[in-house]
């Protein structure tokens, strides 16, 4: 089983980050990581654009090796242009994809590196200095007033302020925040609207919920989905299918009296390997991106619609906002058990449970009520059994709810 | 081409599948442990083995303890038939009084009958004494042939299990399989193929006088009863050096077809047994409708190109529309075209022709389809197992294309079963190209050859696909029983059984631990039209595309040189 939560104002956030498409200034970043990307370390967790490196940079030895020579290059040449353009063009598939993430990412980081803490440095006088926000350690107080954006994740020991929480938690309301109790936590990013608040930082630069939220963002952070896993398995063991077919052409040829040009062989090698799957697979998942937000959904990115694939069962914090909220009774199922109909139990059951205000059992009294009208389906019911509505549950891992306010902010 | 040709090579075909069915259904009840109209005979009998060996055949095994089991089992069933072909000569039922073999043949010869492959580096009426032939190159016959057979049982279970632990009892199957299925049909065979003039005896020979007063030993032993268990079992070994091709073997049209109707009978029958089984029936067809058409398509092929006249015959003026080359006269261009679709498709290897005199293309697809891993049906159960790792591999592939949740019969498919896919099928070429490469440069090997150029490498890369595929057929004109062929061979053939064995029994063990899940609509139907062509798009890719460039060295050139040479001479 699998979950994700969803966090709608976080959603409705990114958006305007988000919703520029390939713009100018994404595909200029693109084409530049295009080129940072020719970096083996980084080209290795894609064996197959990995195995196009290679022989690229093989041809391009063997193209200068020629031209040194004074002999006839144009094969060679044109070889390793090819291949240099395979690769050049999978990097960029790749960053166009990522592009989005991280131009989001970086609004995101432009308002934390920005932001002034004022840093308490004599608690008995209150004296502060601004400091910037990422030179913040665990463990020191900063004050926050009115109008001031909290700087990082911390914990209230002084104090009490009504806190804008739009930012990660898309409330609209402020909510009260103060010292002591289990409403003493804020977060970085969120605005006090009123009044001030002594904080003590819990968090360490770098680790913050901003900053993890940046991470997730970018990408940076994600464990790679199943499929990826598999595709990259199923990718290399291709690529490996087609190395023996092509190393052994080697002792086949010579069978045949062929002698076979190293460069040839280079070039069939990668003709035969599954580049196009390898290196557009980014560009699959933008497909996919785009064709969920034709129905008004926002993926940051192609794993994340693959993940969503997988989902079975989803939690949500956002139950005022997203559902009724109260349990409804749809449909009215039997039992298989008993021997009288479903009224009288339905007329029974409502006449005991109406003086309780259970919301389960005015449901039970609008079922009672529906099936004395008739419209209840299915006659010969024997017992009764109400269906409710998959309940939503504001479930938080418990990690979330210490560092993030959002949590006690979250009402069923 | 005639269309009482292609009306042989439908019916044969088509008639296995037919017949396969019903043996399916009946299999999916061995394999499930029910009750069967055989119980009474054989239930006994099957107790006495499982008291025998101190087996509980209610306890499933985990995928390691059932691996284990059968690798076992099969080492020791090679180290027995390596030990009875060393003292050949020294044991009782030698009429011929035939010495014992030599260390690299006897090597050979175990893994070939053990792996199910029965490729033979010998001539069998001049080499095996009786006591060889039955004591054990015919029992491996029948448990080889079970031991490919447990593995679709062990991955079906896999599949029908939620969140399940073991995946059977190999040794129940193994018993099961033998007794309910293999043997009483061999049987039913064996007494039809005596009634059709096939001999059954234990004296070694009768000797006869020619009309120009020569003396001729004939070579006599109980071939009925081997020849089935031969078809049957997909083994493919036959008593006789010209296999099927003998008199003795195969000495009518109408044994003809029902050997070759035989071979995969059983092939077809695991399939639907496999369906049954996972109750996904109309998947399973998808399967067997995808291998069919590839099977049909190999038979057409070769009918095609078998009924081209050829070149030696062209420049020698002879007026020829049909290559009858190495062809048995009484079966002609049909019933060879089909019986070479059906004995490379399966894992059977037995011949009624000589492949080696097919027109290049002709042999061309002979590899091919021994190439595409013996999934069209392939061996008894094995056969069903790898074309259901191509269907894994299809599912995974297509899902990831149309953005859908790859699940085969309501198992996701993740990591854990795609590495093993891969490593199944990785085998292949492998061994196949890696041994081909060696033996084409080594002067060692080479020396076996009888040609050189395009038909030479043919010899090479058919020797390497036969064993690797565990087919079993050759090219005849290869001298195979020398050191290096020996040696080599029974390694190929030991890694393109076993590793693939060991890589599906790991895919049950990864699969039989997860969830079974209803289909959603996000689930890619795997019983339609679509699947079956991204299953054949991806057996094709997969199977041919890393041989193309060997093949075109080898079958493809020698294709254009013979045309050339008939172009020159018209």
Redesign the interface.
Known sequence: MSSIDIHAGEGRRKASALTGGLSGAVLARAAKDAFLKLDPRKLTSNPVIFATWIVALLSTASAVAALAAHQAAGFAIQVAVWLWATVLFANLAESVAEGRGKAAADSLRATRVTTKAKLIIDPTTGTYIPTPAHKLGMGEIILVEAGDVIPTDGEIIEGMASVNEAAITGESAPVIRESGGDRSAVTGGTTVVSDWIKVRVTAEAGSTFLDRMIAMVEGADRRKT??E???A??L???T???L?????????????G?ALDPLVLGA?FIT?IPTTIGGLLSA?GIA?MDRLLKVNVLATSGRA?EAA??VDTLLLDKTGTITFGNRMATEVIPAPAGGSTARPWLRASSTIERPSGVSSASEAIRAARMAASGRTPGAGITSVAMRLPKVMVPVLSSSRVSTSPAASTARP | MTWQGWAEIALTLSLAVAIGWPLGVFMSRVWNGERTFLDPVMRPIERLFYAACGVDPKKSQSWHAYALALLAFNLVGFFLVYAVLRLQGVLPLNPQGFPGLSGHLSFNTAISFVTNTNWQSYAGEATMSTLSQMLVLTVQNFVSAATGATVAAALARAFVANRGEGVGNFWADLIRTTLYVLLPLSFVVAILLVALGLPQTLIAGVTAHTLEGAEQKISLYAVASQEAIKMLGINGGGIFNANSAHPFENPTPLTNLITAVSINVLGWAAFFAFGRMVLAKKDVRALVIAAFVLLLAGAAGVYATETQAPPAQVAAKVDASVNMEGKEVRFGAPATAAWVAATTGASNGSVNGMHSSLMPLGGGIAMFLMQLGEILPGGIGSGVAIMVVMALLSVFVAGLMVGRTPEYLGKKVEAREIQFSILAVVIIPLSMLGFSGLAAVLPEALKGLMHSGPHGLSEILYAYVSGTANNGSAFAGLTANAPWWDVTLGIAMALGRFLPIVAVLAIAGALVAKPKLAPTAGTLPTDGGLFIGLLIGVILILGGLQFFPAMALGPIVEHFQALGAVAALR
């Open positions: 199943p499929n896993i598999a595709l398995v199923l290399a063991g291709l490996l299918i087609f023996i077919a092509v190393v052994t052409l080697l002792g086949l040829g010579k069978f045949s062929v069939l035969l699959v996919g619609v694939g997988d």
